[in-house]
Structure formats: C-alpha cells, structure tokens
T-cell receptor, first 112, second 106 residues
C-alpha cells in the first residue's frame, strides 16, 4: 500500500522555469518534511510542517517555497531553478508521537 | 565535524560475507535510525533503535547509548543487499550520516 507518494518521479525543467513537486500521504501524519539530496550526499532538510506551522531551515534558499493546503498534501515550489538545484527531492512524514519518518520514493529533478 | 559519522564510506564484499557498518554520533538523541537507499530509489527505514539490539531477517542493528555508537550487521550478504546504508539520529528533525555505499559481488 502506498503511504507517501511523490509526483512526478522524474521532472525535467529548464533553467529559471518554475517547477512544483508534490507529496501526498495516506498516513494522516501531522509532520511533513522536504529534503534535498544531491549525488553521494546525505539528505539535507529544507523545511518542515508541524501541522500547519511552517518551519524553514536557516540555510534554505528563498528560491524554495512550500505549501501544505491540508494534512495529506504538501508541495515544493522552486521559483527559478538553477543548475545547482538538480537533485533528488525527498518527502517524509511522521506522527509527532513517534520518531519514525516515512519517506516517499523521491522526485529526481533535472535542470537543463 | 558532522554530528553523525559513518564508516566505512564504501564497502565491497563477496556474497556470503558478514558485513558491519558503524555509526557514531555526538548529539543527544531520542532514537537512531538505519535507512537503506537503492540506486535512484527512495529511502526505506530498516530499524529504529533507542537501546539494545534489533534483528530483522539477516539484518542486525545494535546501539550503545553510553558510547554514542551503533552498528548495522548483515549476515550472509547477497548482491541484492547492494545499496547505500544511512545512519540517522532523531533530534526533532533527522540528522543524517553521509552513508555507506555497499556493493556485494556474486
């Protein structure tokens, strides 16, 4: 059963062309995370939502925005992708009563 | 210095070998996680530990809270075990190690 779903799995965009990645979950978890993972590196936390409260990491570029219209869905908007934004983007969810995060399959973003 | 250190970075083994991956951390944690990531794939949670030892099939994870150290063992390794294994700790968010790339050759 799919629990954390990310769409699309692969996204190709042009330099400077806005792109939106989506994440949905069937777990009813109240915490959702967006991570960026570049090749051969550990995932890097971009931001997270605790219920509706948005928490931005200090070093997340302004180019990256997020929306969470309801519990199930969370979006990552990259307003003007640069070549350096090419990466795997991972969504994860967690219930605040536990420590386990459930990861989606990721969206691999290519910037041309 | 990273908060979560893993060793080795890369590991090549022959099928059937016993494998150990080590993780040390320097922060107070509520739990430690071992994660598996196949090439081009998402992340799968293998274990979450706050003390002692857990076993799942051929995988064993141990943690020593006093020493801030954990190990992941794979017995009778198989080529399908080839993946990146990531140690992560829960501090509210997750702090990740750099991963260990395991290749098991037939």
């Amino acid at each position: 059963d799919a629990m954390v779903i990310q769409n699309p799995r692969y996204q190709v965009t042009q330099f400077g062309k806005p792109v939106t990645l989506s994440c949905s979950q069937t777990l009813n978890h109240n915490v959702m995370y967006w991570y960026q993972q570049k090749s051969s590196q550990a995932p890097k936390l971009l931001f997270h939502y605790y219920d509706k409260d948005f928490n931005n990491e200090a070093d997340t570029p302004d180019n990256f925005q997020s929306r969470r219209p309801n519990t199930s869905f969370c979006f990552l908007d990259i307003r003007s992708p640069g070549l350096g934004d090419a990466a795997m983007y991972l969504c994860a969810t967690r219930m605040d009563s536990t420590d386990t995060q459930y990861f989606g399959p990721g969206t691999r973003l290519t910037v041309l | 210095k990273n908060e979560v250190e893993q060793s080795p970075q890369n590991l090549t083994a022959q099928e059937g070998e016993f494998i150990t991956i080590n993780c040390s951390y320097s922060v107070g944690i509520s739990a430690l996680h071992w994660l598996q990531q196949h090439p081009g794939g998402g992340i799968v949670s293998l274990f979450m530990l706050s003390s002692g030892k857990k076993k799942h099939g051929r995988l064993i994870a141990t943690i020593n809270i006093q020493e801030k150290h954990s190990s992941l063992h794979i017995t009778a390794s198989h080529p399908r075990d080839s993946a990146v294994y990531i140690c992560a700790v829960s501090v509210f968010d997750m702090r990740f190690g750099a991963g260990t790339r395991l290749t098991v050759k037939p």
